[in-house]
């Protein structure tokens, strides 16, 4: 009996210590021989002996008496455990799910310099990083976040199949490895389940078994940050989200009163409930471009899949059907429909919703974006998030880097100096030094000569500046030759080169010394002049601002694309002047102004109903050059009223090329880059995708073909809220086949209401929501073709006064569009250089 007592005792015992184990926490302050009190929590020096774990070489205990920066772990970081050697830490814990967190500060020690540190770090056989730079990472997340921080924490999650945990520190050759603290914190709730869903497809496997996960982000949207004190579970961080945001204005923030709950009982480990009571919603969506996304951009390792886990929580609407939105994940869509009142149950209800997406070896950021689904009903068109986590997944057995990671940028990180790489460096230094040298005195043997040769007018520029085109950049010497300008006794002349070269006298002459009476026109660049030149020729003159970084950029892309151009629908460039770090670009003078000027807001004659579609026409045949006559097209980009222009006969011209982008590659379906343009015309798809195409140029001609039926602006805060954007109020009206409701009233019935029919239809395909679904610049410019045939029938048959028979013949003609079908959606491609501007509004220029 008593060896059956004992027996039972012992095995009681077992059991025990193993429910201990599981529910065991390891809070580890390394290089320390004590315990101290950090968040609550109470953490044990790693040369304590302890039951549970084990370190299998000492290395070098590290201290210092203070750190910078108010620290939340302050105190844990004033020691480390240095290894020249590889060494580990050996946790005895039962099978399950853990979290695993490794804290760095950066602190020198003795003749150990951070700076020159690095290693990689094993979890079991899971590669959790590799060649570790810890000053460079903090670095880094610090450029890309907007932070100030000193400290870094690498959180993962591992599920655990036997009953140890070894987290192996491996220093490269000739440098060590580091770590100031350590957590591992068993997950007893399930934060991972078996599936999710795959952005594009179906329900995705993922057994977190098979897998590690690293925390990249974690975001409470709309709110501020969350310390893990407050997240108890598994004391999590959690960040804010605007630092992340391609553009504040686009998204409100929302906060809830109410009491939240969770959706069901399993996801009380989820999140705090915190994270649910604030918000983001869209902007008040009938006062700017309603079908704008919010849009969050993320650094990320290529090669790599990555669970995107989005929180939610209906505040506002107690009824289903009241907002439904879309949700993308790399420019893919990941859910269409989407109704979270319906997906959590009801209002106030705590709900997560999880994808996973592949990120191929070419990208290296990730985007989330939010928007109203224009294919729904329902009655509210807006998005909501509350919460944002991204998880990395390993990939074969490594976390870390994958190998041939795209350069980011990180040339200005305290890289680490690893003895090859300062013998490569030298090595480098040493044959550039040599080709400076050769390449120098070649440059001043070349002075030396040109010096002899040069005429005395072309020594007067002391900038040094020249026009892109000068330095033989762009285009062809037959395309440069095509646009000169007969020479001039007055004006210099680039030898074999594009258009005039005018002194700056002559433009201080033309312009009355840039007479502010004379300004016609400004923008980012700086303000367009009307001038005459000596010999009687008018001529705008756009003089670019010396401070102003955008026009510079403008300017440049402008005569890159004007030195490709030539075109009787484009204004013509005449000249330059880059004399006393001027630059100027003279063109030919358009004696009517702007398209708009004769629509709205001045005191001009109102166009009649032809001379609306010649300007339209000439407008389109303008574009649709633009789209074809190049090997791979030109996209505007800013297509709008006040960047077409009138010659003295009312000629149309396009103007103002400084957005314009060359056109995608014949293996790629668009353009990757930052959103440029004005409010009202840009293409909401676009917006969305950061993707550009030509058919982002017909959306924009497709509000202009409303602007100039209707005679007002395209956006007018002032008016009733229905009528604030022009392009949806015309197509409301327009849908209803009531467009002459609309019409500016100056026309007076002077137009075929056949013609005002078919170029409403052709206005309101322009716009459609997705790009695919929209015409080409060409089937555009047959349509308004046809439209003016209508219209000319129509006045001629009046004036025989035989209008019936007439009409009838043309009103049975149709108007099918040719080639507008609907389409597979675009491919995906990472929208690289975004980091740029939001939308801007840009004002109104020659």
Same mark, same amino acid.
Request: hydrophobic share 40%; net charge negative.
């Given at each position: 009996?008593?060896?059956?007592?004992?027996?039972?005792?012992?095995?009681?015992?077992?059991?025990?210590?193993?429910?201990?184990?599981?529910?065991?926490?390891?809070?580890?302050?390394?290089?320390?021989?004590?315990?101290?009190?950090?968040?609550?929590?109470?953490?044990? %020096?790693?040369?304590?002996?302890?039951?549970?774990?084990?370190?299998?070489?000492?290395?070098?205990?590290?201290?210092?008496?203070?750190?910078?920066?108010?620290?939340?772990y302050g105190n844990l970081y004033k020691t480390a455990r240095i290894f020249n050697a590889s060494s580990s830490y050996n946790f005895s814990l039962v099978s399950g799910t853990y979290c695993i967190r490794?804290?760095?500060?950066?602190?020198?020690?003795?003749?150990?310099?951070?700076?020159?540190?690095?290693?990689?770090?094993?979890?079991?056989?899971?590669?959790?990083?590799?060649?570790?730079?810890?000053?460079?990472?903090?670095?880094?997340?610090?450029?890309?976040?907007?932070?100030?921080?000193?400290?870094?924490?690498?959180?993962?999650?591992?599920?655990?199949?036997?009953?140890?945990?070894?987290?192996?520190?491996?220093?490269?050759?000739?440098?060590?490895?580091?770590?100031?603290?350590m957590e591992v914190i068993p997950v007893l709730h399930k934060l991972f389940t078996d599936s999710a869903n795959k952005v594009g497809g179906l329900k995705s496997s993922l057994p977190l078994m098979d897998h590690g996960i690293e925390t990249m982000y974690r975001l409470n949207v709309g709110g501020p940050k969350i310390k893990s004190i407050e997240d108890q579970s598994v004391w999590r961080r959690w960040e804010s989200d605007e630092r992340f945001m391609f553009s504040l204005n686009t998204a409100n923030t929302i906060s809830n009163t109410s009491?939240?709950?969770?959706?069901?009982?399993?996801?009380?480990?989820?999140?705090?409930?915190?994270?649910?009571?604030?918000?983001?919603?869209?902007?008040?969506?009938?006062?700017?471009?309603?079908?704008?996304?919010?849009?969050?951009?993320?650094?990320?390792?290529?090669?790599?899949?990555?669970?995107?886990?989005?929180?939610?929580?209906?505040v506002i609407y107690d009824k289903p059907n009241m907002r439904i939105f879309r949700i993308y994940i790399n420019n893919k869509t990941a859910a269409e429909n989407y109704d979270v009142f319906v997906k959590a149950g009801g209002k106030n209800k705590a709900y997560h919703e999880d994808y996973v997406d592949a990120v191929s070896q070419q990208i290296d950021t990730l985007w989330l974006q939010l928007g109203p689904d224009s294919s729904t009903s329902a009655s509210g068109t807006d998005a909501l998030l509350n919460g944002l986590e991204i998880f990395k997944l390993s990939h074969n057995g490594n976390l870390a880097h994958a190998p041939g990671r795209i350069d980011t940028g990180r040339g200005g990180l305290p890289a680490t100096k690893q003895k090859s790489k300062v013998l490569w460096a030298a090595i480098v230094a040493g044959v550039g030094s040599v080709i400076a040298i050769m390449i120098l005195s070649a440059i001043f043997m070349c002075h030396c000569i040109r010096k002899k040769k040069t005429p005395p007018e072309e020594k007067s520029n002391p900038s040094g500046w020249l026009p892109p085109f000068l330095h033989g950049t762009m285009g062809s010497t037959s395309k440069a030759q095509a646009l000169k300008s007969s020479p001039n006794s007055k004006g210099s002349m680039a030898a074999n080169?594009?258009?005039?070269?005018?002194?700056?006298?002559e433009i201080r002459a033309a312009t009355k010394n840039f007479d502010e009476a004379l300004i016609i026109g400004s923008g980012g660049f700086g303000k367009v002049y009307k001038g005459e030149l000596e010999e009687g020729n008018l001529v705008a003159v756009k003089r670019a601002h010396p401070q102003s970084e955008q026009g510079l950029k403008e300017f440049e892309t402008e005569i890159e694309m004007l030195s490709k151009l030539r075109h009787r629908h484009l204004v013509s460039m005449i000249g330059y002047c880059d004399e006393q770090n001027e630059m100027i670009l003279v063109y030919e003078y358009m004696a009517n102004g702007t398209l708009r000027s004769h629509l709205f807001g001045s005191d001009l004659p109102p166009l009649t109903w032809?001379?609306?579609?010649?300007?339209?026409?000439?407008?389109?045949? %303008?574009?649709?050059?633009?789209?074809?006559?190049?090997?791979?097209?030109?996209?505007?980009?800013?297509?709008?009223?006040?960047?077409?222009?009138?010659?003295?006969?009312?000629?149309?011209?396009?103007?103002?090329?400084?957005?314009?982008?060359?056109?995608?590659?014949?293996?790629?379906?668009?353009?990757?880059?930052?959103?440029? %343009?004005?409010?009202?015309?840009?293409?909401?798809e676009y917006f969305r995708r950061q993707q550009l195409t030509q058919k982002s140029d017909v959306y924009s001609f497709g509000v202009v073909l409303f602007e100039v039926v209707c005679a007002r602006p395209v956006i007018n805060p002032s008016l009733p809220r229905d009528q604030i954007n022009l392009a949806e109020w015309a197509v409301h009206w327009q849908r209803q086949q009531s467009i002459e409701t609309i019409i500016d009233p100056r026309l007076e019935g002077n137009y075929s209401p056949e013609s005002l029919k078919k170029f409403g239809d052709i206005a309101e395909k322009c716009i459609a929501d997705e790009g695919k679904n929209r015409p080409t610049m060409g089937e555009v410019l047959w349509h308004l073709e046809y439209v003016l045939q209508l219209h000319e029938a129509y006045m001629r048959s009046t004036d025989a006064n035989s209008y019936s028979g007439s009409q009838m013949r043309f009103a049975d003609m149709s108007l099918s569009l040719p080639g507008i079908t609907e389409g597979e959606e675009e491919a995906s491609l990472e929208a690289e250089n975004i980091v740029e501007n939001s939308v801007e509004p840009k004002a109104d220029g020659c």
């Open positions: 009996m008593k060896l059956s007592g004992l027996l039972l005792l012992l095995l009681v015992s077992v059991f025990l210590r193993l429910g201990q184990a599981q529910v065991k926490s390891f809070l580890v302050d390394c290089g320390s021989n004590s315990s101290i009190s950090v968040d609550g929590r109470n953490w044990t %020096g790693d040369s304590v002996p302890a039951d549970n774990f084990t370190l299998s070489s000492p290395g070098v205990l590290a201290s210092t008496a203070a750190i910078s920066g108010d620290q939340l490794l804290h760095f500060y950066a602190f020198s020690f003795e003749n150990f310099n951070v700076n020159e540190s690095a290693f990689d770090v094993m979890a079991n056989s899971l590669k959790l990083v590799s060649k570790f730079d810890v000053p460079g990472e903090i670095y880094w997340k610090n450029m890309r976040s907007n932070s100030t921080d000193t400290s870094l924490v690498k959180e993962y999650f591992l599920g655990i199949s036997s009953n140890k945990l070894q987290i192996e520190f491996i220093p490269d050759s000739g440098s060590f490895a580091f770590v100031n603290a009491t939240v709950t969770y959706a069901s009982a399993n996801d009380t480990s989820i999140a705090p409930l915190l994270v649910y009571e604030t918000g983001r919603t869209m902007i008040d969506n009938d006062v700017l471009e309603k079908r704008f996304n919010m849009s969050w951009k993320f650094d990320v390792d290529p090669n790599f899949d990555y669970l995107v886990r989005l929180h939610f929580c209906e080169r594009m258009g005039r070269r005018f002194t700056i006298a032809k001379q609306r579609l010649d300007a339209c026409i000439g407008a389109a045949r %303008g574009l649709h050059y633009l789209h074809t006559g190049a090997e791979r097209g030109i996209i505007h980009r800013d297509v709008k009223t006040t960047n077409i222009l009138l010659d003295e006969n009312f000629v149309a011209k396009m103007a103002d090329f400084g957005l314009s982008k060359d056109g995608p590659a014949l293996d790629h379906t668009h353009v990757s880059t930052a959103v440029k %343009g004005s409010f009202g015309y840009l293409d909401p």
